[in-house]
């Protein structure tokens, strides 16, 4: 998300915006690549997935085109969910590639971006965090030219979080499950019947789509009884979820916990952190070098298993 025009570079060809034929998705595709694959390579199957979500909406994806050449693309959503805010748009990612910035594209995207949200009733926008999301908000590590592009255009700076790394190849710390807890791995209908109890809303929806996409849903249960649930994903899922859209730059293979949850009765008592710990052992158990623990502001929390920050960002939000 980012891409913007910089003033000082001689007028060239002018701009045409269009929507984002489908035909040439691998062509902006190419544009994210040029512009931020060092530091965010987006996996191609990531890239399909978010086309396939209820929410894509043809008429919010926008391409910049020069002489022909596709040269930027702006990608947007009006979430249609029970659970998602009737008044809040996204913009889930703006690129435009190192040979056409500084020439107005990135302007150019944004507006129409916008004004496609106003006509849909989107009073506020914020940068990533949609439905399915490919980027939690606007990673840390972007140019300092981005946010004086969002805020010339009254971005408002929101809360710091993360996507954590932890490395399996050393053993997982933290204590095995106590007497009477268990790790099961084959009763998905269960976890989600959990979450829709302890997390009703965005939770609920993003578990039942990853499972039924194929995706492992882990449940904690003490006693007979659900106590907590987890997303485990693998890099050979038919989708990738969460962080593992970017994990391009990684060696060995590579999986995901997250988004997870434990019942109030088991926060705060330790036994979150060997419920965390015992899903890790799960994916180490099948070949996982590494887990990513997606989008979360617990770093303290899952660093006391070796996670450390991967990957931040800070939430952004505009008025349109």
């Known amino acids: 998300m980012s891409g913007p025009d910089r003033a000082g570079v001689a007028a060239a060809a002018p701009i ?4 984002l034929d489908p035909v040439r998705h691998p062509e902006a595709a190419a544009v994210w690549d040029a512009t931020f694959a060092a530091a965010h390579p987006l996996a191609r199957r990531a890239w399909e997935a978010w086309w396939r979500s209820p929410d894509a909406d043809p008429e919010l994806a926008w391409a910049a085109e020069r002489d022909s050449h596709l040269v930027g693309f702006a990608l947007a959503r009006a979430p249609r969910r029970p659970w998602a805010p009737a008044d809040v748009g996204h913009v889930a990612l703006l690129a435009v590639h190192p040979a056409a910035q500084r020439t107005g594209v990135g302007g150019a995207l944004w507006d129409a971006a916008l004004a496609a949200l106003r006509a849909r009733g989107r009073t506020r926008v914020r940068l990533g965090a949609e439905p399915e999301r490919l980027l939690p908000g606007v990673p840390v590590a972007a140019p300092s030219v981005t946010w004086r592009f969002l805020r010339a255009r009254g971005a408002v700076r929101g809360a710091f979080e993360a996507d954590l790394l932890l490395d399996l190849r050393v053993p997982v710390p933290g204590s095995p499950l106590p007497p009477g807890v268990a790790l099961v791995d ?16 965005r939770w609920t929806d993003e578990v039942q789509r990853y499972a039924d996409t194929g995706t ?21 899922d038919p989708v990738l979820a969460g962080g593992l859209a970017w994990t391009g730059g990684l060696s060995g293979r590579v999986a995901g916990l997250g988004p997870l949850g434990l019942a109030p009765e088991a926060r705060g008592s330790g036994l979150g952190l060997a419920l965390v710990a015992a899903a890790a052992r799960w994916q180490q158990d099948r070949g996982a070098d590494a887990v990513v623990i997606d989008w979360t502001d617990l770093t303290r929390f899952y660093g006391r298993l070796g996670a450390f920050v991967w990957r931040a960002y800070q939430r952004a939000e505009v008025p349109t």
């Open 16 to 19: 045409a915006l269009r929507p």
């Open 186 to 201: 084959d009763a998905p209908d269960e976890a989600i019947a959990f979450v829709a109890r302890a997390f009703p809303g």
């Open 216 to 236: 492992a849903v882990l449940t904690w249960r003490r006693d007979g009884e659900a106590l907590g649930f987890c997303v485990a994903a693998r890099p050979d």
